[in-house]
Protein backbone atom coordinates (compact mmCIF):
# COMPACT_ATOMS: atom_id res chain seq x y z
CA UNK A 1 0.00 0.00 0.00
CA UNK A 2 1.46 3.55 -1.34
CA UNK A 3 0.82 5.37 2.51
CA UNK A 4 2.34 8.55 0.39
CA UNK A 5 -0.30 8.18 -2.06
CA UNK A 6 2.50 9.72 -4.62
CA UNK A 7 0.58 8.36 -7.41
CA UNK A 8 -2.76 11.09 -6.56
CA UNK A 9 -0.03 13.74 -6.00
CA UNK A 10 0.80 15.70 -9.28
CA UNK A 11 4.47 15.07 -9.12
CA UNK A 12 6.99 13.36 -11.76
CA UNK A 13 9.07 10.60 -10.62
CA UNK A 14 11.59 12.65 -11.22
CA UNK A 15 10.06 15.38 -8.54
CA UNK A 16 9.40 12.59 -5.95
CA UNK A 17 13.29 11.53 -6.01
CA UNK A 18 14.33 15.37 -5.80
CA UNK A 19 12.08 15.53 -2.62
CA UNK A 20 12.95 12.23 -1.18
CA UNK A 21 16.89 13.57 -1.62
CA UNK A 22 16.29 17.15 -0.40
CA UNK A 23 14.47 15.54 2.84
CA UNK A 24 16.82 12.85 3.51
CA UNK A 25 19.67 15.18 2.95
CA UNK A 26 18.85 17.99 5.45
CA UNK A 27 17.96 15.43 7.96
CA UNK A 28 21.02 13.61 7.90
CA UNK A 29 22.84 17.25 8.15
CA UNK A 30 21.42 18.25 11.20
CA UNK A 31 20.79 14.91 13.16
CA UNK A 32 22.96 14.27 15.65
CA UNK A 33 21.77 12.13 18.65
CA UNK A 34 22.48 9.21 15.23
CA UNK A 35 25.87 10.03 16.00
CA UNK A 36 26.12 9.38 19.06
CA UNK A 37 23.66 6.45 20.45
CA UNK A 38 22.45 4.18 17.61
CA UNK A 39 19.35 4.86 16.81
CA UNK A 40 16.90 2.86 14.05
CA UNK A 41 14.35 3.75 11.97
CA UNK A 42 12.35 5.06 10.29
CA UNK A 43 10.09 1.83 10.99
CA UNK A 44 6.96 2.84 9.30
CA UNK A 45 3.46 4.24 9.93
CA UNK A 46 2.29 0.99 10.60
CA UNK A 47 4.49 -0.44 13.73
CA UNK A 48 2.92 0.98 16.89
CA UNK A 49 5.23 -1.36 19.64
CA UNK A 50 8.23 -2.94 19.54
CA UNK A 51 9.34 -5.75 22.09
CA UNK A 52 11.65 -5.05 24.64
CA UNK A 53 13.53 -6.93 27.50
CA UNK A 54 13.94 -5.63 31.09
CA UNK A 55 17.61 -7.31 32.23
CA UNK A 56 18.35 -8.32 35.71
CA UNK A 57 21.49 -10.09 37.79
CA UNK A 58 23.91 -7.19 37.12
CA UNK A 59 25.46 -7.95 40.16
CA UNK A 60 29.14 -9.84 40.92
CA UNK A 61 28.93 -13.70 40.01
CA UNK A 62 25.33 -12.89 38.69
CA UNK A 63 23.31 -14.70 35.79
CA UNK A 64 22.05 -11.95 33.61
CA UNK A 65 18.40 -12.75 32.25
CA UNK A 66 15.54 -11.28 31.12
CA UNK A 67 12.97 -11.02 33.72
CA UNK A 68 10.48 -9.70 31.67
CA UNK A 69 9.47 -8.40 28.37
CA UNK A 70 7.27 -5.51 27.46
CA UNK A 71 6.07 -3.75 24.38
CA UNK A 72 6.91 -0.40 23.92
CA UNK A 73 4.86 2.38 21.97
CA UNK A 74 6.51 4.17 19.56
CA UNK A 75 5.71 7.91 19.87
CA UNK A 76 5.36 8.94 15.95
CA UNK A 77 6.94 12.38 15.08
CA UNK A 78 5.86 14.09 12.13
CA UNK A 79 6.66 17.54 10.25
CA UNK A 80 4.20 18.81 7.80
CA UNK A 81 4.55 20.89 4.79
CA UNK A 82 2.88 22.08 1.95
CA UNK A 83 3.68 22.81 -1.59
CA UNK A 84 0.71 24.34 -3.14
CA UNK A 85 -1.03 23.78 -6.48
CA UNK A 86 0.48 27.44 -7.34
CA UNK A 87 4.26 26.48 -6.88
CA UNK A 88 3.60 23.57 -8.51
CA UNK A 89 2.29 24.83 -11.74
CA UNK A 90 3.92 27.71 -11.64
CA UNK A 91 7.71 25.12 -12.20
CA UNK A 92 6.12 23.04 -14.56
CA UNK A 93 4.73 26.10 -16.84
CA UNK A 94 8.40 27.57 -16.55
CA UNK A 95 9.99 24.47 -16.62
CA UNK A 96 12.01 25.07 -13.68
CA UNK A 97 12.67 22.86 -10.41
CA UNK A 98 10.45 22.91 -7.56
CA UNK A 99 11.23 25.16 -4.68
CA UNK A 100 12.11 22.86 -1.67
CA UNK A 101 12.55 25.23 0.45
CA UNK A 102 9.20 23.92 2.67
CA UNK A 103 10.22 20.44 2.40
CA UNK A 104 13.84 20.86 3.59
CA UNK A 105 12.99 23.42 6.50
CA UNK A 106 10.26 20.60 7.79
CA UNK A 107 13.01 18.25 7.39
CA UNK A 108 15.08 20.57 9.84
CA UNK A 109 12.08 20.53 12.59
CA UNK A 110 11.64 17.35 12.36
CA UNK A 111 15.62 16.52 13.00
CA UNK A 112 15.82 18.98 15.82
CA UNK A 113 12.31 17.24 17.41
CA UNK A 114 14.28 14.00 16.88
CA UNK A 115 17.34 15.16 18.97
CA UNK A 116 15.20 17.20 21.30
CA UNK A 117 13.91 13.69 21.90
CA UNK A 118 17.59 12.10 22.44
CA UNK A 119 19.24 14.53 24.83
CA UNK A 120 16.29 16.06 27.13
CA UNK A 121 13.21 13.31 26.50
CA UNK A 122 9.80 14.15 26.22
CA UNK A 123 7.80 14.30 29.32
CA UNK A 124 4.64 14.50 27.25
CA UNK A 125 5.26 10.88 26.57
CA UNK A 126 7.00 9.73 29.43
CA UNK A 127 10.16 9.55 27.72
CA UNK A 128 13.70 10.24 29.21
CA UNK A 129 16.65 11.52 27.50
CA UNK A 130 20.38 11.17 27.81
CA UNK A 131 20.48 14.20 30.10
CA UNK A 132 17.36 13.34 31.89
CA UNK A 133 17.46 10.33 32.68
CA UNK A 134 17.89 8.33 36.13
CA UNK A 135 21.61 8.06 36.93
CA UNK A 136 22.69 10.47 34.24
CA UNK A 137 26.04 11.98 35.58
CA UNK A 138 26.50 15.73 35.05
CA UNK A 139 29.47 17.86 35.84
CA UNK A 140 30.09 21.73 36.22
CA UNK A 141 32.50 22.83 33.64
CA UNK A 142 35.35 24.75 33.42
CA UNK A 143 35.78 28.17 31.25
CA UNK A 144 36.66 27.02 27.62
CA UNK A 145 38.16 30.37 26.73
CA UNK A 146 41.60 28.92 28.23
CA UNK A 147 43.53 26.65 26.01
CA UNK A 148 43.20 23.15 26.73
CA UNK A 149 40.11 23.73 29.22
CA UNK A 150 38.08 21.48 26.91
CA UNK A 151 40.63 18.60 26.95
CA UNK A 152 40.53 18.72 30.69
CA UNK A 153 36.61 18.64 31.19
CA UNK A 154 36.48 15.54 29.02
CA UNK A 155 39.23 13.79 30.72
CA UNK A 156 37.36 14.58 33.99
CA UNK A 157 34.09 13.43 32.52
CA UNK A 158 35.57 10.53 31.36
CA UNK A 159 36.76 9.78 34.91
CA UNK A 160 33.53 10.31 36.69
CA UNK A 161 31.53 7.75 34.14
CA UNK A 162 34.18 5.11 34.55
CA UNK A 163 34.29 5.59 38.27
CA UNK A 164 30.32 5.50 38.29
CA UNK A 165 30.47 2.15 36.33
CA UNK A 166 29.80 3.16 32.73
CA UNK A 167 32.89 1.77 30.66
CA UNK A 168 33.66 3.03 27.55
CA UNK A 169 33.97 3.83 24.57
CA UNK A 170 32.33 7.48 25.07
CA UNK A 171 31.13 9.91 22.49
CA UNK A 172 31.44 14.10 22.86
CA UNK A 173 28.61 15.98 21.25
CA UNK A 174 29.22 19.49 21.20
CA UNK A 175 27.16 22.82 20.56
CA UNK A 176 28.47 24.47 17.16
CA UNK A 177 28.54 27.40 19.07
CA UNK A 178 31.62 26.03 21.17
CA UNK A 179 33.99 25.34 18.35
Not at 59 to 76: D, F, N, R, S, V
Not at 102 to 115: F, N, Q, V
Not at 144 to 170: E, T
Request: aromatic content about 8%; proline content about 6%; some cysteine.
Amino acid sequence: MDLLMREDAPLSVEDWANLDRVVVETARRYLQGRRIVPLFGPLGAGLPVIPANKLSGFEPGGMITAEAYELLELKQASQDFRLTYRELETAQRLGIPIDMAAPAAAAYHLAMKEDRRVFQGCAEHCVCGLLSTEGSQALKGSSWSKAGAIFADIVKAIGALGAAGFPGAYAVGLSPTVY
